[in-house]
């Protein structure tokens, strides 16, 4: 455990230089017990164990349709066009991201505070909760590229100041998930050991990192180490599934050949007792719209 | 049709300027019947429907290991180092095939000959064959780089003067197969179709189309279309399953970012009925060690 000049004790060091180790997590996966919420006994478990569960059919199709419809609204909306929330493919320049997505679409402002939702990333983290990010992603056919393996809390420990991994994410499916388009990979069980990432990070590092992640990346040797630990688990199912997976996860993704496009809306879900102090290993705070700093208790 | 230099009437045009259009494949899938070999009746008429049949353990694990081995000791020979028959990955310049492979191996070279190979082969395409190609692939993990959408005849056609699509492919995994490492992908029933490209073959286009093909390729509609109609099956199964395919099933695979690496032994079986004339779409053949000349049936 290290000392940052701000006098936080730093349970998770990363981005060093030298040689990055693997560290055990002393934190929870899960806070909060079966008669907190919605999620059961055994799922609960699972999810402890596995650091992810799945909720088949969370939206019906008709919400699918709905929400489908509003990403295609707002990938097409010229207001939008050269706002910094709208991440960019790198080489065909279409819309991989749309960060902040709540504040910019209503029916996205509800869902957040949608029981189904609400109350399983409350249950899991066993407090109230607010949103550290929220985005709808777009994976095209043909040249959707993946994601090289990572845990999120690695990034939004460095650069964001989050200080323990007590948050959850939750990915809506929009489209049919298949094992050949593209969807998550997960390493189950990874969640309870914190990968250490070399480094400095570069001032800036999200203009790039939103896209092609150069710094926080394990290696590969921890990544096979991991996989022959824990093996992979995919994502797959159909279109209003939804994935809770805890920030620590490594995960990834291929790229996608197919011409099934793959869209799902992404929320991070953060306790109120795990706000944000200032970045770990990194020169000043991500903007507001990628790492929330209002830590107002969602509510219904 | 229309009708070359050398007077062949060209049942498969292809590389043409303008608008390419799907065709519909005027020859048969499977020559043979159920009392010409090894393959039974309902395997038969599935290959016919699908363009492809799995044939699971073909290679026992210890057969597994001794071609594994095999594969280790040909991508290290110092021999082979400058050798145009080793393709290189585009960025990391490890190995990805050694074409010619049944030359440079005599345990590969016994592979080719071997029953449950070889009267599989001749019973698909119901008459004496020979070996258009052989070639070993390697898929590393982390960076392993997929293939897009093609058929192969397209090329064999266009490229090296086959006449008709009366070729079938037999890929060994030497490495278990995954839904997520990068496994082979196949429209089931495409190869009844045959896909014009657009566009001239530039000069020795082989050079660079083993590593990134950019020639031969078909539209984005087309693949749409044929997805829609078709599907998409994936090879997956345990190191030592083969897959028979046809040799104009519309096929390609994702990238690899596990660790778990892929390779496998690719044999092109030839009918010696189809034996090659010059190319159809391409200014001079190309070389032997990609499609070969020698049209002697193989025998045990």
């Not at 059961?40 to 919400?63: C, F, N, Q």
């Not at 991994?165 to 593209?182: K, W």
């Not at 879900?269 to 830590?295: C, H, M, T, W, Y």
Request: proline letters at 7%; one cysteine or more.
């Amino acid at each position: 455990m290290t000392l940052m000049d701000t006098g936080v004790a730093d349970a998770y060091p990363t981005r060093i230089p030298g040689n990055p180790e693997l560290l055990d997590r002393t934190d929870p996966t899960v806070w909060g017990a079966a008669s907190d919420g919605p999620i059961d006994a055994a799922t609960l478990a699972s999810h402890d164990a596995k650091g992810y569960s799945i909720v088949e059919g969370l939206l019906s199709p008709a919400e699918v349709q709905a929400y489908w419809q509003e990403l295609v609204r707002l990938s097409a909306d010229p207001a939008l066009n050269a706002d910094e929330r709208v991440i960019r493919e790198k080489q065909s320049r279409g819309v991989r991201s749309i960060f902040d997505v709540h504040r910019l679409s209503e029916i996205i402002d509800e869902l957040v505070r949608d029981p189904r939702v609400l109350d399983r990333a409350r249950q899991i983290l066993g407090s109230d909760v607010y949103l550290h990010q929220t985005r709808v992603n777009y994976m095209p056919g043909f040249k959707g590229a993946g994601f090289y393996w990572h845990s999120d809390f690695e990034t939004w420990h460095a650069e964001d100041g989050m200080p323990s991994p007590r948050a959850v994410s939750c990915s809506i499916a929009l489209t049919d998930n298949y094992p050949f388009n593209g969807g998550l990979m997960v390493m189950p069980g990874s969640q309870r050991t914190f990968i250490q990432c070399a480094g400095e990070t570069p001032e800036d590092n999200y203009k790039n990192s939103l896209k092609e992640q150069k710094t926080g990346v394990p290696s590969e040797d921890h990544v096979t180490a991991m996989a022959a630990e824990h093996g992979i688990d995919q994502f797959t199912g159909q279109a209003g599934s939804a994935l809770f997976f805890d920030s620590n996860i490594l995960h990834g993704s291929g790229n996608n050949i197919t011409p099934y496009p793959r869209s799902n809306i992404f929320l991070v879900f953060n306790s109120v007792e795990n706000a944000l102090l200032q970045p770990f290993a990194a020169g000043k705070p991500r903007p507001d719209f990628i790492a929330g700093r209002d830590f107002t208790p969602l509510r219904r």
